[in-house]
């Protein structure tokens, strides 16, 4: 594909929003008494509305176009408010390490058969081969049993919700980037889609979210998540979104669960096998195929940057 104008600079701004999104699974370890859902709604509830308040004169100024595009914006709000749920808990139930890499390892292909299916790009073989090497490294990764003193509970469950984390990723950053190519600015996009999302969140957060005042260690915790990787690590992802495709967006974010799974062995103390280790490698590897940029232009192509 061609590049963008400032594809660079955007492929920056998502890597930076990937690694700050790799601290969540970490930081979320250190309050175990707080339930997935909880750490879930907490974060991307709290953060969603935060991107709403931000772009606030903006989504009123730009309320009669918001209106002409709803079916994507509550598609992408549905997402939104899906995918920590799914998220947050497949890292509570496969572990930190496995649970990122599958969540967001799964997300570049769904994100190029959503754009294959909806937009009608061609996938290029370029695509297919980073794509193949990355479900090579997940399918790795599906046959990984976590260390005991994880806390990890089911990995089978925690890799399905995994593989749902990874869709809906895909499915937001469609809408969003999809919002923007019709003459939304980025702030009010991220805004509108985000701010749907943290709505739908807020009655999980309501039901589940009583252990996060229960002390200012888990305060802070929570505090930590909406702040930090979900409010300002969204705002590079919509500065990223501008700039660059949802496929190549979410092939970007690879890098996340390189970070998280650094984070997990380091500090958190899980311990991979070799195999989990080989997956990982993939994933990088895939990460390197897709987004190594190439001198010849392919018009119509998903997934290379």
């Known amino acids: 594909m061609t590049h963008h104008p ?46 709403a308040a931000l772009a606030g004169p903006g989504l009123v100024r730009a309320r009669h176009e918001l209106r002409r595009r709803w079916p994507t914006i509550a598609l992408g709000g549905v997402a939104v408010a899906v995918y920590p749920l799914a998220f947050y808990s497949s890292m509570r139930l496969a572990g930190v390490a496995v649970g990122t890499v599958i ?50 509970g089911n990995t089978t469950a ?23 190519q019709r003459g939304v600015r980025s702030g009010v996009a991220m805004g509108a ?5 943290g709505v ?14 229960e002390s200012w260690h888990n305060f802070a915790v929570g505090a930590y998540m909406a702040l930090v990787p979900m409010f ?36 958190v103390g899980e311990r991979l096998p070799a195999a989990g280790w080989i997956g990982v490698g993939l994933v990088i590897a895939s990460l390197a195929v897709l987004t190594v940029p190439v001198r010849r232009n392919v018009r119509t192509a998903v997934g290379v940057p």
């Open 103 to 152: 969540s967001i390892g799964s997300a570049p292909i769904a994100s190029a058969v959503i754009e294959r299916v909806i937009d009608g790009h061609r996938l290029t073989r370029r695509w297919a081969v980073g794509a193949g090497v990355g479900l090579v490294g997940v399918v790795l990764l599906t046959f990984v049993e976590p260390a005991q003193d994880t806390g990890a």
């Open 158 to 180: 925690g890799i399905l919700l995994g593989l749902l984390a990874g869709v809906t990723y895909a499915l937001y950053s469609w809408a969003a980037h999809r919002t923007m």
């Open 6 to 51: 400032g594809a660079g600079i955007g492929a920056v701004f998502v890597l930076i929003a990937a690694v700050l999104w790799g601290t969540t699974g970490t930081v979320a370890s250190f309050a175990p008494g707080v339930g997935p859902l909880a750490i879930g709604a907490a974060a991307m509830g709290v953060g969603g509305l935060l991107q």
């Open 232 to 267: 300002l690590g969204y705002v590079f992802f919509g500065l990223g979104l501008a700039r660059v495709m949802a496929s190549t967006a979410t092939t970007l974010s690879l890098a996340e669960p390189v970070v998280a799974a650094m984070l997990a062995v380091v500090i």
């Open 200 to 213: 739908l969140l807020m009655p999980v957060l309501f039901l589940t979210g009583a252990p996060l005042l």
């Open 193 to 197: 889609i985000f701010g749907a999302g």
